[in-house]
């Protein structure tokens, strides 16, 4: 049986010791057998995982202040899609079973990802100016993308943290019982191997780091999103990642959509250190036609990602099953069918248009 965690490693509460000399000799502090207790812990250890962290690697020109940053523009993208200031995003506010949830502009999308000053200067490509697909551009809506996702990645590990130093039994069970778990320490490792690579992008300006495709529609969007996946499979169902093997980091592939004067742009980029594993998602994305596009971003969006706006009036046009349909991509479908050994076409149509919002 594999081993959650060895003797010698340094203990996964976070201390910076030895399991051995740390966690290994403590008890539960709770009564692993009492689910209201357990749920409590849950609650309190996701509020503690939250923090406020400039991610630029320029630490010395930070501003004191961390601020709410937008991961998607809220002048220039949020602002189109709102009804009344409102957009609705597939986050609850609660523990609730709501579909989507209504969020303010200033709400929406928000992390505390960077501070006063570089969340200013280093998107004012892309926030002052309109798109015209420079290099500097692109790298830089899938900088953010990848910052938001690095952020979310270390408030999990974070909470994985809080559980271990809370519930140290979990050393004890078997890695399939909480290899979710391990996955949360694991996939922030893997996303600062990437940021080694990002961070020198942006301090050298070598923005040709990135291999990505831009796909132009003619309309402006009434939705917008940001995402990544780590994928385990090309679109010709050969396996190019084992994601169970953690000794081996995961390569990641970004998303972003977004309306902007008068069309509406997707990029999809990976880091070009990572072509080699990617080579066949490249062939396939450089010859797709265009309803497959369209295809293709309806699928992978809600697949990937709960960082997607959607304007409220345009939800209301689509129909009770569209919205069905929309919402199982949300809750996981691909990963179910990839599970019984089925993989999902993301260029035949899901049976919902994003488009026609």
């Known amino acids: 049986m594999k081993k959650f965690i060895n003797r010698n490693d340094k203990c996964f509460c976070g201390s910076n010791v030895k399991y051995k000399n740390c966690c290994k000799k403590k008890k539960d502090s709770i009564d692993t057998t009492d689910i209201t207790a357990i749920n409590k812990i849950y609650s309190e250890g996701r509020k503690k ?24 523009q809220n002048n220039k993208i949020l602002s189109k ?20 949830t209504e969020y303010g502009r200033k709400e929406a999308t928000v992390f505390t990802g960077f501070c006063k000053v570089h969340d200013k200067y280093t998107f004012q490509a892309i926030e002052d100016r309109d798109f015209i697909a420079s290099e500097e551009q692109v790298f830089l809506h899938i900088y953010r993308t990848f910052v938001l996702e690095l952020h979310k990645k270390e408030e999990g590990h974070r909470f994985f943290q809080y559980l271990f130093s809370k519930m140290p039994s979990l050393a004890e069970q078997s890695f399939e019982k909480t290899k979710h778990l391990w996955s949360l320490k694991v996939g922030h490792e893997d996303l600062l191997i990437e940021k080694k690579e990002f961070d020198n992008a942006l301090i ?4 040709n780091c990135l291999s990505y495709f831009i796909w132009e529609f003619e309309e402006e969007t009434n939705f917008a999103a940001t995402g990544m996946e780590e994928p385990s499979y090309d679109y010709f169902g050969n396996k190019i990642q084992d994601l169970q093997n953690y000794d081996i980091p995961a390569k990641h592939i970004y998303y972003t959509i977004f309306p902007d004067n008068g069309r509406t742009y997707f990029i999809v980029a990976w880091l070009k250190t990572n072509d080699e594993i990617f080579h066949t998602i490249k062939e396939k994305l450089a010859n797709v036609k265009y309803e497959e596009r369209k295809n293709f971003i309806n699928s992978v969006l809600p697949s990937v990602t709960e960082n997607i706006v959607i304007k409220p009036s345009g939800w209301e046009k689509m129909s009770r099953e569209e919205q069905r349909k929309f919402n199982s991509k949300m809750q996981g479908e691909e990963v179910q069918f990839q599970v019984i050994g089925n993989l999902i076409d993301r260029f035949s149509s899901p049976g919902y248009d994003l488009f026609n919002l």
């Not at 995982?49 to 998607?72: G, M, Q, T, V, Y």
């Not at 899609?81 to 709501?98: C, H, Q, S």
């Not at 050298?204 to 923005?207: D, G, Q, R, T």
């Open 49 to 72: 995982a939250r923090f406020r962290e400039c991610h630029h690697p320029l630490k010395d020109d930070c501003s004191e202040k961390i601020i709410s940053a937008h991961s998607i």
């Open 204 to 207: 050298e300006k070598n923005f």
């Open 81 to 100: 899609i709102a009804d009344n200031g409102k957009v609705l995003m597939p986050i609850p506010k609660k523990l609730t079973f709501e579909e989507q």
